[in-house]
């Protein structure tokens, strides 16, 4: 099948990683790995946040979050997502379901590593998703952690962060174009591959 100006290949993840790569070099996507994560509450109403891609291969999609947050306890209830990557100044669109499962350990210390280290220190101060006395609780939080990790390298991830994968069942590629005739391909996991189908606009 062709569709955006080329063959397709038969592997999603191939243009993925070409459409990522085509948002990094752009230079007109501030964050190429930003991605909405929907998830579906204990309470029945769907969530959606923006999280950052940290990696993907064959075997899925990976972000990081605290285990004791909103989004890991939607996991936990509904072990189901969807990732929405948006990169406006292209005008593409990339839509992924699938099941979530969480990475190895040495797949969320990797990642946790490549964290810049003010993040990294952030990871142990803030209890995400709990609330807050003010602003100022906070921010001794921060300041503590710093004093505590000032002179270690590298920072230990903290056991309440973990690292997930999102494992595709279907992905979908949206390019907008003139009077709405925007072209839409669906990837499908199948029992020996992928299959591709166009999608009216």
Do not use: N
């Not at 099948?1 to 397709?8: E, I, K, N, T, Y």
């Not at 752009?26 to 998830?39: E, N």
């Not at 989004?71 to 099941?99: M, N, S």
């Not at 280290?117 to 921010?139: C, F, G, I, K, Y």
Request: proline share 8%; aromatic share 12%.
């Amino acid at each position: 099948m062709r569709a955006f100006g080329l063959d397709l290949p038969s592997d999603p993840l191939a243009l993925f990683e070409r459409w990522l790569d085509d948002a990094r070099r752009s230079g007109a996507v501030r964050y190429p790995h930003a991605t909405c994560l929907s998830t579906l509450a204990p309470d029945g109403y769907p969530d959606g946040r923006i999280v950052l891609l940290h990696h993907f291969d064959e075997t899925g999609f990976f972000f990081m979050t605290d285990t004791r947050s909103e989004k890991a306890k939607a996991l936990a209830h509904c072990p189901r997502a969807a990732l929405t990557f948006y990169w406006e100044p292209l005008e593409r669109q990339v839509r992924i379901r699938g099941d979530v499962a969480a990475a190895t350990e040495a797949e969320a210390d990797r990642f946790f590593d490549e964290r810049p280290r003010r993040s990294r220190v952030t990871a142990w101060a803030s209890e995400q998703s709990r609330p807050l006395p003010d602003r100022a609780a906070l921010d001794a939080r921060v300041a503590a952690y710093d004093a505590r990790f000032a002179a270690v390298e590298p920072i230990p991830r903290p056991p309440h962060w973990q690292a997930y994968r999102v494992v595709p069942r279907s992905v979908e590629f949206w390019q907008a174009a003139a009077r709405r005739l925007h072209e839409r391909i669906r990837f499908t996991r199948t029992s020996d591959g992928w299959a591709a189908e166009r999608l009216a606009p």
